[in-house]
C-alpha cells in the first residue's frame, strides 16, 4: 500500500515537471508588431490613438487617419482612440496602456501625444501628425527628415514665410505684431521664432505675448491687444481650444488677428493661410499601411508636409472689424 502512494506521488511530480516544461512559464515575450510584421491581435490590426486634445484640426486629423486605413483594411483594423484633455501626463498613460497591450502602431496626434509615445516605446511603431517640427518635438539634433528610429510622420507647419505675406498682404501699415502661444508648446515656440524673422525683414516690429494654461491666456491675450497693431497665432493646441477667449480680449480693442490654422481662424481671426488637417490624417493613414502591411521601417521614412494651402478669411469678424479681404481668399464655412 505504501509503495503505491510512494509511486502516486512520484508520478505526480512527474506530470507537474512536464507542465511547466511544455509552457507553464510566463517569462516569454512575444515580439512586438514592428519585428514579427504580424498583427499583434490574430488577423487583425489594432492601432491605439493618442491625442492631446480635442479640437476641430486634431479631430480631422484623427478622421483622415482611421478613413484611410479602413478604406484600405476594412474590419481588419481596430482603432482605440484616447484623449488626454490637453493633459500631457494623460498622454503618458495612455501611450503605456498602448504599449502593455501589444497595440501594432500608435498615432500620436500633437507633439505632446508624440513626446509621450516615443518615451513609452522604442519598437512599437509610432505616426505623428498635426506636428509642427519633428527635430524640436524629438530633440533631434541637425534634423535632416527622418528620425532613425521607430517614428515618422507629418508635419502641419505651413510655410512661414508665405503666412507672413498674408500678414504683410492685409495689414501692410501695420508697425507692431504681437505672437501669442503657448509657453509649454516647444513648437508655438519655434513656428513664432521662424515668422518673426520674416516679419522683421518686412519691417514690422514683433513681440512675444507667452501664457501657460488657459487661466492666465485672457490676461495676457489683452495685454497684446493693448501693445500690437496685429496678433499672429502660431498652430497651438491651447490657443485652438480657448478661441473664445482671445476673441473677446481682441475684438474689444478692434485688433485683427491672423492665425496659423482654419480652425483658430473660425474662432478668433480675419484670415489664414492653411493646410487641410483631414487630408494630412489621411496622408498618415497611408504611411501606416506602409508600415502595417508592407513592411516599411518608420525610422527611414520622410516626415511628409501638405502639398496644398489655401487663403481663408473670416467674414463674420472682417464684417465687424471693417476689413475686406483682397481676391484670392476664399470664405471659411
Not at 515580439?31 to 504580424?38: D, R, V
Not at 495676457?220 to 500690437?228: G, L, R
Not at 492653411?274 to 516599411?296: F, K, P, Q, R, W
Not at 518608420?298 to 475686406?324: Q, R, V
Amino acid at each position: 500500500m505504501k509503495r503505491n502512494i510512494v509511486a502516486l506521488i512520484l508520478a505526480a511530480i512527474m506530470l507537474m515537471a512536464t507542465f511547466a516544461a511544455c509552457g507553464g512559464s510566463t517569462s516569454n515575450v512575444s515580439p512586438s508588431p514592428a519585428a514579427s510584421g504580424e498583427p499583434a491581435s490574430g488577423g487583425s490590426y489594432t492601432i491605439g490613438i493618442v491625442q492631446i486634445v480635442q479640437h476641430a484640426a486634431l479631430d480631422n486629423a484623427t478622421q483622415g487617419f482611421m478613413d484611410a486605413l479602413t478604406e484600405k483594411l476594412g474590419d481588419k483594423v481596430k482603432f482605440d482612440l484616447q484623449n488626454a484633455n490637453g493633459d500631457p501626463n494623460t498622454c503618458a498613460i495612455i501611450s503605456n496602456k498602448f504599449v502593455s497591450e501589444n497595440v501594432d502602431l500608435i498615432l500620436a496626434n500633437a507633439t505632446p501625444a508624440l513626446q509621450a509615445a516615443q518615451t513609452a516605446t522604442n519598437k512599437i511603431p509610432i505616426l505623428g501628425t498635426s506636428v509642427t517640427d519633428y527635430g524640436t518635438a524629438l530633440g533631434i539634433k541637425d534634423w535632416a527628415g527622418k528620425t532613425g528610429k521607430n517614428i515618422s510622420g507629418t508635419s502641419d507647419l505651413p510655410p512661414l514665410d508665405e503666412q507672413a505675406a498674408v500678414l504683410n498682404e492685409l495689414f501692410p501699415d501695420a508697425k507692431r505684431v504681437g505672437i501669442l502661444y503657448c509657453s509649454s508648446e516647444p513648437n508655438s515656440k519655434y513656428q513664432s521664432q521662424v515668422i518673426t524673422k520674416h516679419l522683421t525683414d518686412m519691417g514690422y516690429t514683433c513681440k512675444d505675448y507667452t501664457f501657460s494654461d488657459s487661466n492666465d491666456l485672457h490676461t495676457v491675450a489683452t495685454n497684446a491687444a493693448s501693445d500690437s497693431d496685429v496678433i499672429y497665432l502660431p498652430t497651438d493646441n491651447t490657443v485652438a481650444s480657448n478661441t473664445q477667449i482671445i476673441r473677446s480680449a481682441t475684438i474689444d480693442k478692434n485688433v485683427p488677428v491672423i492665425a496659423g490654422e482654419e480652425s483658430i481662424c473660425a474662432g478668433t481671426g480675419v484670415a489664414t493661410l492653411s493646410i487641410s488637417y483631414y487630408d494630412l490624417g489621411y496622408t498618415t493613414g497611408e504611411m501606416a499601411y506602409e508600415i502595417l502591411v508592407n513592411g516599411a521601417d518608420p525610422g527611414t521614412m520622410d516626415i511628409k508636409f501638405s502639398p496644398e494651402f489655401a487663403k481663408k478669411f473670416n467674414a463674420k469678424i472682417c464684417s465687424e472689424l471693417g476689413i475686406t479681404p483682397p481676391g484670392g481668399y476664399s470664405a471659411i464655412e
